[in-house]
């Protein structure tokens, strides 16, 4: 089977709570992680290694997070302590300063090296781009048939603004745009109870994407840790 999780958030044991829930096989079952595995949680750098050793050993693949670009921004010197404390890395940035430095130099370089989409092959929904918070209507890249061509179009904001994904073009942008999409997306980063008008915590779906961010930022507010199996189309949630 093959399942996606985004937007874990330092919650390790609710990450393996969930793993026992669905009884994920490591001989047979993939795990997508769509990003944003730090900051906000209990314990970042735990999750984020324990992920690590996995995908290092081909049984998860993990996709970049604006909250990993926070780390790698702040180890090169370029992001404050400061403010990204204000984006929820507080906790991660105690972790880090205990860890060696070539503890952080080899973390710093497999965050530098998560992929910002991956493309899969869905029953549900056909060709399916996998990335952790959409795409920058400030940098779409069109097909000859005028449709937008959705992997282009996120490599394009890649190299002009990667703080794109900190934003929410994907659901503001008109239908208008959502409906030239060449390729179904499933995304994180925005959690559903902020997008379903019953402030359900339920992934979110509409005609050309999902959100798989169920909240587990913010359980307070009726947030959890949402799971999808693609080969089922079966929403898990702890």
């Given at each position: ?51 690590r050793?996995?995908v ?22 370029q992001?404050e ?11 991660t ?25 991956i ?10 781009i ?7 209507i ?21 190299n ?59 359980v ?19």
């Amino acid at each position: 089977m093959l399942y996606l999780v985004s937007d874990i958030h330092g919650n390790y044991k609710k990450f393996k709570t969930l793993l026992s829930k669905i009884k994920f096989d490591r001989e047979n079952d993939h795990m997508i992680v769509l990003g944003d595995v730090i900051d906000r949680g209990p314990d970042p750098i735990n999750l984020l290694n324990y992920i690590r050793e996995n995908v290092n050993n081909g049984i998860m693949s993990m996709l970049l997070g604006n909250h990993e670009m926070f780390a790698i921004m702040n180890c090169k010197g370029q992001l404050e302590d400061k403010i990204w404390a204000k984006f929820g890395g507080e906790q991660t940035l105690i972790e880090l300063s205990r860890m060696q430095k070539k503890e952080r130099i080899e973390l710093l370089s497999f965050l530098d090296n998560l992929p910002y989409y991956i493309e899969i092959n869905s029953p549900f929904f056909g060709n399916t781009i996998l990335t952790h918070t959409g795409i920058d209507i400030d940098n779409l890249s069109y097909n000859r048939d005028n449709s937008i061509n959705v992997k282009k179009s996120i490599e394009k904001a890649v190299n002009k603004n990667p703080f794109y994904m900190v934003g929410r073009d994907l659901h503001d942008m008109p239908y208008s745009y959502k409906k030239l999409l060449d390729s179904f997306l499933i995304v994180g980063h925005i959690p559903t109870i902020e997008l379903n008008d019953s402030g359900s915590n339920c992934f979110y779906r509409t005609k050309h994407y999902m959100v798989i961010d169920a909240g587990a930022s913010c359980v307070k507010r009726g947030g959890t840790l949402g799971c999808y199996c693609v080969d089922t189309d079966e929403e898990i949630y702890i």
